[in-house]
Each structure stands twice: as C-alpha cells, then as structure tokens.
C-alpha cells in the first residue's frame, strides 16, 4: 500500500509546481516584463513632438522630442479646392483621399490638321503667272511683229514660274505633314509649269523661225491656251479648303478637246497651202508647242480631280 500512495503522490500536481519542481509561470498578464515592453513600445505611444530615448538596459521608450517638426494630419477641409466643390469622379464623389482629389489643370491642345498654307498661296501665284503668260502670248500674236518687249516679257514670266516651282519643291522637301499627298503637289506644279515652259518655247520659235505672218489658226490656239489657263486659274484658287471645281474641270477637258480640233486643222491646212517646205516644218513645230500647252492645263486638271477625289 505505501508503494501504490507514493505513486499518487507523484501522478498527483501540486499548485504552483511543474512536475520536476519548477515553479508554474505567470499568465501573459502577469509577466511585467512584457507587460512593461508592450507599454514602452516607441510606435505604441509616441506622440508628434516625442524624441526617441534608450533606457540603460537598450528598451526605448517615449520621450519629449523637439528635433522633427510635427506630422500635418490632412483633414477633409484642406482637401476642398477653393471654390469650395469637392471633385468629381464618373459622377460620384472622390474618395476621402489626397491622392484621388486633383484640382484641374489646363490641357495642351495638339491640332493634327496641318496649317501650312503657303502650298495654296504658291498654287495661286502659279496659275496667275500662267494666265499672264497667255495674255502675253496673245498679243504677241496680235501685234506680230510690232511689240519686241513681249518676247521678253514672255521670257520673264517663264522665269517666274520656274522660280515658283522651285519653291514648292523646296517647300515640299522641307515639310513633315502636308496638306494633300506628296505626289500630287510635285505633280501638279510640273503640270502648271509645263504650260508655261510650251508657251515660251512657242514664242521662242515664232521669232527665231523668221516667220513673216502670223497663220490665223495659231491665233486660235493662242485663245485656246489663255482660257484654258482662266479654267485652270479658278480651279487652283478653289483647291484650299478642297472646294467643288467640277464645273471649271468639265471646261479644261472641253477646251482640250478644241485644241486637238484646232491643230489638226492647222496641220491639215498647212500641208494643203503652203508650197515652201521649210514653212511647212516651221509651223508644223509651232502648232504642236502650242497644243502642248493647252494638254498641261488639263494635265493640271486630272491632279486636280485626283486631289479633290483623295480629300472628299
């Protein structure tokens, strides 16, 4: 019996004992050295204005601080713009955050429509500088052989477009975006300067030929070449903004078709009356010059029923 009560006794825990002796350890509330951690915890209690202190044992608890300046807490009222609306997001109020709130700002405005005009303003003086041409011819032709300066002027006027060409070409090479496609600028500058190029090229041969009279046919052409240039003048001046020029079109192309007629009519009487042949050749190249000039007009009127096609 005393064996089996000393076996109770040992399966038997006293209080305040673990078994082998030790004592029991105090419940996580009664340990004060956590207790006392948990309380000096520098994030648990520090306060703006609070320095950071190290007792002697390494704990650190709060202390006065007087080296950082104070944190600013953001309150909802600093967050309202001055005139005193609260943001909006797709119709709802912004969140109560200072990242969300933004007062607005002013936005650059990108324009993607090209706004170089001076491709028109050259167009214009181009045509232009063709009607002047043809009006010179047409009095070199009515006045033959009285008026020498108008060889020259013709010449100059010549000049003129070749410098205006030169210029678009330039421009052209010299500009990123464009107001209609490339091809079509370059196109129809050559096309206005082939007119200009025929007409003096005609003249040149009327004077340098040695002709004695002016055939009444190339008179014709000569009217011809100045209306057409009229038609080609109206429909250059309607390309900025892409305007209709359907009508002044519709005339290049009739005119064109009067000044095939006329040629081969001129040719025709020409190898029926003239006798000298050196006359026949003569003319022969100045009638076809001349209705070389009235093909670029409408030469100039395709690019342009091209652009107009392109940019509706």
Same mark, same amino acid.
């Given at each position: /019996? #005393? &064996?089996?009560?000393?076996?109770?006794?040992?399966?038997?825990?006293?209080?305040?004992?673990?078994?082998?002796?030790?004592?029991?350890?105090? @419940?996580?509330?009664?340990?004060?050295? %956590?207790?006392?951690?948990?309380?000096?915890?520098?994030?648990?209690?520090?306060?703006?204005?609070?320095?950071?202190?190290?007792?002697?044992?390494?704990?650190?608890?709060?202390?006065?601080?007087?080296? #950082? &300046?104070?944190?600013?807490?953001?309150?909802?009222?600093?967050?309202?713009?001055?005139?005193?609306?609260?943001?909006?997001?797709?119709?709802?109020?912004?969140?109560?955050?200072?990242?969300?709130? &933004?007062?607005?700002?002013?936005?650059?405005?990108?324009?993607?429509?090209?706004?170089?005009?001076?491709?028109?303003?050259?167009?214009?003086?181009?045509?232009?500088?063709?009607?002047?041409?043809?009006?010179?011819?047409?009095?070199?032709?009515?006045?033959?052989?009285?008026?020498?300066?108008?060889?020259?002027?013709?010449?100059?006027?010549?000049?003129?477009?070749?410098?205006?060409? @030169?210029?678009?070409?330039?421009?052209?090479?010299?500009?990123?975006?464009?107001?209609?496609? #490339?091809?079509?600028?370059?196109?129809?500058?050559?096309?206005?300067?082939?007119?200009?190029?025929?007409?003096?090229?005609?003249?040149?041969?009327?004077?340098?030929?040695?002709?004695?009279?002016? &055939?009444?046919?190339?008179?014709?052409?000569?009217?011809?070449?100045?209306? !057409?240039?009229?038609?080609?003048?109206?429909?250059?001046?309607?390309?900025?903004?892409?305007?209709? !020029?359907? #009508?002044?079109?519709?005339?290049?192309?009739?005119?064109?078709?009067?000044?095939?007629?006329?040629?081969?009519?001129?040719?025709?009487?020409?190898?029926?009356?003239?006798?000298?042949? /050196?006359?026949?050749?003569?003319?022969?190249?100045?009638?076809?010059?001349?209705?070389?000039?009235?093909?670029?007009?409408?030469?100039?009127?395709?690019?342009?029923?091209?652009?107009?096609? %392109?940019?509706?």
């Amino acid at each position: /019996m #005393r &064996r089996d009560d000393s076996r109770r006794t040992r399966l038997v825990r006293q209080p305040g004992s673990r078994g082998s002796g030790e004592p029991r350890r105090a @419940r996580r509330a009664d340990r004060p050295g %956590k207790q006392a951690r948990c309380r000096a915890h520098p994030r648990a209690r520090r306060r703006p204005g609070d320095a950071r202190v190290r007792a002697a044992d390494g704990r650190r608890f709060p202390g006065t601080r007087t080296d #950082r &300046r104070p944190r600013r807490r953001h309150r909802r009222a600093d967050l309202v713009p001055p005139h005193g609306t609260v943001p909006r997001v797709h119709g709802c109020l912004a969140p109560d955050s200072a990242s969300l709130i &933004r007062l607005p700002r002013a936005v650059a405005r990108i324009n993607l429509v090209p706004q170089n005009r001076e491709f028109f303003r050259l167009f214009v003086r181009a045509s232009s500088n063709a009607v002047g041409i043809a009006e010179q011819l047409v009095r070199l032709l009515d006045d033959f052989p009285g008026n020498d300066n108008l060889l020259r002027e013709i010449k100059e006027s010549e000049h003129e477009g070749d410098h205006l060409t @030169r210029e678009l070409v330039d421009l052209l090479n010299r500009t990123f975006v464009t107001p209609f496609d #490339r091809d079509d600028i370059y196109n129809l500058a050559g096309a206005i300067d082939d007119v200009c190029d025929h007409v003096d090229e005609a003249a040149g041969n009327i004077v340098g030929y040695g002709v004695e009279e002016i &055939r009444p046919f190339a008179k014709q052409q000569a009217q011809v070449i100045l209306r !057409s240039a009229q038609k080609l003048d109206e429909a250059v001046g309607r390309l900025e903004g892409f305007k209709d !020029s359907s #009508r002044q079109l519709h005339d290049l192309r009739d005119l064109e078709d009067e000044g095939d007629r006329l040629n081969r009519a001129a040719v025709a009487e020409l190898f029926a009356t003239a006798e000298d042949p /050196m006359v026949v050749i003569r003319w022969k190249d100045i009638h076809e010059q001349l209705e070389e000039a009235v093909d670029a007009c409408e030469n100039a009127a395709d690019v342009l029923e091209a652009i107009l096609v %392109k940019n509706r």
